[in-house]
T-cell receptor, first 115, second 116 residues
Framework: GNSVTQMEGPVTLSEEAFLTINCTYT??????LFWYVQYPGEGLQLLLK?????DKGSNKGFEATYRKETTSFHLEKGSVQVSDSAVYFC??????????????FGTGTRLLVSP | GAVVSQHPSRVICKSGTSVKIECRSL??????MFWYRQFPKQSLMLMAT?????????EQGVEKDKFLINHASLTLSTLTVTSAHPEDSSFYIC????????????FGNGTRLTVT
């Protein structure tokens, strides 16, 4: 089946620290991979994505590389800010019989950054 | 600004009553919307795909008579939790994609339902 596993939180860091949030997946076929972010009181927003092996998605200083050999899509940022405090969701997309893409989400990882 | 609006953000209801949650696309027409449910410390689980002008497509294990979905217009889908019970308490989130822009999914802010 299709599933996403990401590290449990919360992840607590000081400002300017290096961030890694691990994400691994199982999937049939060749899914696209995503990171979504949910800031307090807001809906989910797409942070970055990668559509094929070895692709690197990047946005707002965050990066993740689609690693087919390790079935991973770890999220990294070199220097976090307090404003990065949020819940981060790793997800993959699968094509349903209806022709629509369906997103399968991980459990989410809460990041807390202190000044 | 938000392109998908979900209302209400929080609702508390008594066991046995029904609750309606609205999901609106603000800047685009969405022929398809998606309804998710999130249990504490668990993933968002797709419940159903809402199709404008036709019946919703439900995921395996989701009771269609319990969770009624109506997508009567290109900008509005509603999810009604009928005869709610405490085990229906959860966080419900809708999403939609602008088909003309082939944009990523836009998510609403979610609705926290508490059934007492």
């Amino acid at each position: 089946g299709n599933s996403v596993t990401q590290m449990e939180g919360p992840v607590t860091l000081s400002e300017e620290a290096f961030l890694t949030i691990n994400c691994t997946y199982t999937a049939t076929g060749y899914p696209s991979l995503f990171w979504y972010v949910q800031y307090p009181g807001e809906g989910l927003q797409l942070l970055l994505k990668a559509t094929k092996a070895d692709d690197k998605g990047s946005n707002k200083g965050f990066e993740a590389t689609y690693r087919k050999e390790t079935t991973s899509f770890h999220l990294e940022k070199g220097s976090v800010q307090v404003s990065d405090s949020a819940v981060y969701f790793c997800a993959l997309s699968v094509l349903m019989n209806t022709g629509f893409q369906k997103l399968v989400f991980g459990t989410g990882t809460r990041l807390l950054v202190s000044p | 600004g938000a392109v998908v609006s979900q209302h209400p953000s929080r609702v508390i209801c008594k066991s046995g009553t029904s609750v309606k949650i609205e999901c609106r696309s603000l800047d685009f027409q969405a022929t398809t919307m998606f309804w998710y449910r999130q249990f504490p410390k668990q993933s968002l689980m797709l419940m159903a795909t809402s199709n404008e002008g036709s019946k919703a497509t439900y995921e395996q294990g989701v009771e269609k008579d319990k969770f009624l979905i109506n997508h009567a217009s290109l900008t509005l889908s509603t999810l009604t939790v009928t005869s709610a019970h405490p085990e229906d308490s959860s966080f419900y989130i809708c999403s939609a994609r602008d088909p003309l822009l082939n944009s990523p999914l836009h998510f609403g802010n979610g609705t926290r339902l508490t059934v007492t």
